[in-house]
Structure formats: C-alpha cells, structure tokens
C-alpha cells in the first residue's frame, strides 16, 4: 500500500510540474494569441493528456542548420539589385518585388534559366526519369510521398541503375509520408542499394512524436544542372490517363535547366545534412544560358525560414497593379494574406482564386468556406474547378512573375510544413500560365456572396467548426 502511495504521489507531482512547463513553453514560442492560449489551456485542464498532446502536435519549431539570415544583412537602400545579385540587368518592372525577396530570403536572383511546365505525370514522369537516366554525376531526389505502384517503382528501378552506374544517389523521404503506400518505398530503394534516408520518422526510443513538421518539398536533382520542383508526388495517381474523366489528381511539375538548379540542389543537400549527418556534397556547378528566366528559391518551414514565403506573398500582391491569379488545392489563408488580397481588390487589382470543386480532405474544403464570403465580400473572385482534383500549386502576378512549388495556401504549409518555392522573372511563361489561368476560369463555376449567404444552418455551423480548427488541419 505505502509503494502504492508513493506512485500516486510521484504521478501527481510529475502532473503539477510538466502541465505548467508544456503551458510556459507555449506561452514563450507561439506566434498567435489564440493559438498559444489554446495549448496553454489544454496543458493546465489536462495535466498528463495536454502536456503529451502538446509534445505530439505543439511544438513546431526545429533548427536546422546553423546559418542565420538577419535582415541587416539582406536590406539595403535603394531599388536596384541586391550586391549579391546576378549583373543582369533588372527591369523597373521587377524592382519593387526584387527587393523584397532579396531581403527575405538572401539568396540571389540567377539569370539565364530554362523553364518548362509540365502537366499531369503523363508529361513529368518521363521527363524526370529521362533526366535520372541520362545522369552523368548526381541524382539528388526528395519527396513527400512515394509510391510503390508502376510509375514508382520505374523511378527506383532508374535511380538503382543509376547507382549503378557509380553515380552519386541519394533518396530522402518524408517519415509520415513514405506510409502512404504498401510496401514502402524507401525499403525497396535501400534494397536496391540506393542510399535513402527517411525525414524525421515518429519514434518511441529516442523519443520522435511530432506528427506535424514533415518535408513536403519536391525535389529531383541532375548534375546540378537539370532539377524539377512543384506539387507532385510520385505515383500513379497523377497519371491522368490512367483514370477515368473526372478521377485521378491534375497536376503540374517544372523542369528547370540552369544556375537555379544549384540553389535547389543545396536545398537538397542541406535537408540531407539535417536528417543524416553527412555534410557532404558536390561544389556549385550549374551554367546559365546566355538567354533565360531570372529564378531563385524560397524555402519556407518552422526553423530559420519561418513565416518567408508568407512575407514574400505578401509583397507580391501588395506590388500587383493589374491581375492576381493563384490556383490552390487548400486555401486557408492567414490574416494578413486575406487583407492583402482584399486590398489588392479594393486597389481595382483583379484578384482570382482558382480552388477544387471535389477535394480529397472535404474538412479543409469545408473551412475554406466559412471565410470565402469576406473574400467576396471586397471584390476578391474565388472559381470552383469541376473534378477532377486539382493539386496545382500557381501564383501569378500582371502577366510578369510567376511563383511554383510545393506549398498550398494553408497553415500546414506555411507554418508547418518544410517547403520549396521558385520565383520566376520572366514574361513568356507568366503570360502563359496566365493564360491558362483564365481558361481554367471559363471552365470553372464562380463562387458568389449569395451561395455563401444561403448555406444551410447545419453546413455554416460545420464549416464554423472546422475552421476554429484550421491552425491545425
């Protein structure tokens, strides 16, 4: 009875000291009042279940490398290039936005890149798979999800050859996201020899919990020259000829061929420190083009890069003049990204949001929802896509930058999720894509204030719901 005792007693010590500890750290780390407020309340209600939760899904923040950007670095006076930048010229047209990104994100503007758009795995895959088999030195590929279906395994069977050749191979893949397919992927890759490492996997000894922080960039690089980056992942699924009209998942990949693949592949190389240890890697070696866009990187996540590419966004659109077009799978924007469109709205910018009508996760579907009508409200035009689901990722400004990769519009990516985006200067592929942008439109069903108005009580009060909890879809 008294070692009974004693256990009660340590228990409810342990419980009175780590619910006030889980409480005081969120208090000291979180950004938002509401969402700080949440965990601490959590903590101190449930002293035992809070504190583990917290540690699970709260704590959001790692360090990863110990290179530190301070804006005194990166701001200077004046509209033109950054001293880091290429000596390419750069045209007023692009200044405002330059400068922003130069202070954001300290990495510089390269010129002299080969950009092509690719749709839908029909016209990715081939291309990535070309590009793995005509490799001459380094294949570098991240992921979140791999699948082990046809089109996966034609990529573990080209990256094993590869490796055969006496390539420099390396594989990284998302912890959680390797379980999106049986057998796993990574198991196959190392079975085959390819050197793969898996992005911070949850487990028990030493404690790895965290289900959020997962590496959601998309990343394949050749020889440093040649890389591809977007939204897609590997797998059949977005092989749209595959599937029946209206099935599958629509896409778009990019194939750059230039000195902003070196910036992508020290992206890779550097995820690939964090998670193996191994710091080593090939020197800079990608060419430009004597004609070509001007790209650079953005990288965003909950280490160092935290909150740059909602900064860099925001910067976009307060410099629009004439026409936003962003097409998203998951649109949950935070609060200063709804005012800056609404701004750019009520500047007389005409603003268009592209989202599915048919959507994989219907609860983030339905948290959009509850605030499209404030959107609408100030002149903000939001466009349903008819099925099938559409997973692109594109942001367009005035017909001149265009920006691509790997995140959505929601606190997963922007606050959560390790993620990849490339800038691109250059008026050919943003008047394209612009292009298609407005044909997606006259293919779309247009949201109105009147639908969101009349939605029925039971539909308002779930999409209420959902969004409260929209922190953390």
């Given at each position: 009875?008294?070692?009974?005792?004693?256990?009660?007693?340590?228990?409810?010590?342990?419980?009175?000291?780590?619910?006030?500890?889980?409480?005081?750290?969120?208090?000291?780390?979180?950004?938002?009042?509401?969402?700080?407020?949440?965990?601490?309340?959590?903590?101190?209600?449930?002293?035992?279940?809070?504190?583990?939760?917290?540690?699970?899904?709260?704590?959001?923040?790692?360090r990863t490398r110990a290179r530190k950007l301070?804006?005194?670095?990166?701001?200077?006076?004046?509209?033109?290039?950054?001293?880091?930048?290429?000596?390419?010229?750069?045209?007023?047209?692009?200044?405002?936005?330059?400068?922003?990104s130069n202070a954001v994100t300290g990495r510089?503007?390269?010129?002299?890149?080969?950009?092509?758009?690719?749709?839908?795995?029909?016209?990715?895959?081939?291309?990535?798979?070309?590009?793995?088999?005509?490799?001459?030195?380094?294949?570098?590929?991240?992921?979140?999800?791999?699948?082990?279906?046809?089109?996966?395994?034609?990529?573990?069977?080209?990256?094993?050859?590869?490796?055969?050749?006496?390539?420099?191979?390396?594989?990284?893949?998302?912890?959680?996201?390797?379980?999106?397919?049986?057998?796993?992927?990574?198991?196959?890759?190392?079975?085959?020899?390819?050197?793969?490492?898996?992005?911070?996997?949850?487990?028990?000894?030493?404690?790895?919990?965290?289900?959020?922080?997962?590496?959601?960039?998309?990343?394949?690089?050749?020889?440093?020259?040649?890389?591809?980056t977007g939204g897609m992942n590997l797998g059949?699924?977005?092989?749209?000829?595959?599937?029946?009209?209206?099935?599958?998942?629509?896409?778009?990949?990019?194939?750059?061929?230039?000195?902003?693949?070196?910036?992508?592949?020290?992206?890779?190389?550097?995820?690939?420190?964090?998670?193996?240890?191994?710091?080593?890697?090939?020197?800079?070696?990608?060419?430009?083009?004597?004609?070509?866009?001007?790209?650079?990187?953005?990288?965003?996540?909950?280490?160092?890069?935290?909150?740059?590419?909602?900064?860099?966004?925001?910067?976009?659109?307060?410099?629009?003049?004439?026409?936003?077009?962003?097409?998203?799978?998951?649109?949950?924007?935070?609060?200063?990204?709804?005012?800056?469109?609404?701004?750019?709205?009520?500047?007389?910018?005409?603003?268009?949001?592209?989202?599915?009508?048919?959507?994989?996760?219907?609860?983030?579907?339905?948290?959009?929802?509850?605030?499209?009508?404030?959107?609408?409200?100030?002149?903000?035009?939001?466009?349903?896509?008819?099925?099938?689901?559409?997973?692109?990722?594109?942001?367009?400004?005035?017909?001149?930058?265009?920006?691509?990769?790997?995140?959505?519009?929601?606190?997963?990516?922007?606050?959560?999720?390790?993620?990849?985006?490339?800038?691109?200067?250059?008026?050919?592929?943003?008047?394209?894509?612009?292009?298609?942008?407005?044909?997606?439109?006259?293919?779309?069903?247009?949201?109105?204030?009147?639908?969101?108005?009349?939605?029925?009580?039971?539909?308002?009060?779930?999409?209420?719901?959902?969004?409260?909890?929209?922190?953390?879809?």
């Amino acid at each position: 009875m008294e070692a009974t005792a004693w256990i009660v007693a340590a228990g409810s010590l342990v419980a009175a000291v780590i619910g006030p500890i889980a409480a005081g750290h969120a208090l000291l780390t979180k950004r938002e009042p509401q969402v700080a407020a949440a965990w601490i309340a959590v903590s101190l209600m449930f002293p035992v279940a809070g504190p583990v939760l917290y540690y699970i899904f709260g704590i959001n923040r790692v360090r990863t490398r110990a290179r530190k950007l301070f804006a005194e670095e990166h701001i200077h006076n004046g509209t033109g290039p950054h001293p880091s930048e290429s000596p390419a010229e750069i045209a007023p047209e692009y200044a405002e936005q330059v400068r922003i990104s130069n202070a954001v994100t300290g990495r510089p503007l390269e010129a002299g890149n080969h950009v092509t758009p690719l749709v839908d795995g029909d016209e990715a895959f081939p291309a990535m798979v070309h590009a793995i088999e005509s490799a001459e030195d380094t294949v570098y590929l991240a992921t979140y999800i791999f699948e082990s279906n046809r089109s996966g395994r034609q990529f573990i069977d080209a990256l094993a050859a590869a490796r055969c050749r006496g390539l420099d191979v390396r594989v990284l893949i998302d912890g959680v996201g390797e379980f999106y397919s049986w057998p796993l992927a990574g198991r196959l890759l190392r079975a085959a020899g390819v050197p793969t490492a898996r992005f911070l996997p949850p487990h028990l000894i030493p404690p790895q919990l965290s289900i959020n922080l997962r590496n959601h960039r998309k990343i394949l690089v050749v020889d440093g020259q040649i890389a591809f980056t977007g939204g897609m992942n590997l797998g059949d699924r977005h092989l749209r000829s595959r599937h029946p009209e209206g099935e599958g998942v629509a896409d778009m990949h990019f194939r750059f061929d230039g000195p902003v693949a070196g910036q992508i592949e020290a992206v890779f190389l550097e995820d690939w420190a964090f998670t193996t240890g191994d710091h080593s890697g090939p020197a800079p070696r990608a060419k430009p083009h004597e004609t070509g866009a001007m790209c650079r990187t953005i990288t965003d996540g909950p280490n160092e890069d935290l909150d740059c590419l909602a900064m860099v966004l925001v910067g976009a659109i307060s410099a629009a003049r004439r026409e936003i077009q962003i097409v998203t799978p998951y649109f949950l924007p935070s609060r200063p990204l709804i005012s800056a469109l609404q701004s750019a709205a009520l500047r007389g910018v005409q603003v268009d949001i592209l989202l599915p009508e048919k959507n994989n996760l219907p609860f983030v579907h339905w948290a959009s929802r509850h605030m499209l009508g404030e959107l609408l409200r100030w002149g903000v035009r939001v466009h349903y896509q008819p099925p099938p689901f559409v997973h692109t990722k594109l942001f367009v400004v005035d017909e001149r930058y265009v920006q691509v990769g790997s995140a959505n519009l929601d606190p997963r990516s922007l606050r959560l999720n390790f993620e990849l985006a490339v800038e691109v200067y250059d008026r050919e592929l943003a008047g394209d894509l612009a292009r298609q942008c407005r044909k997606r439109i006259t293919l779309s069903r247009p949201v109105t204030p009147r639908e969101m108005r009349d939605r029925p009580g039971w539909q308002r009060v779930r999409d209420a719901l959902f969004w409260l909890a929209s922190p953390y879809l």
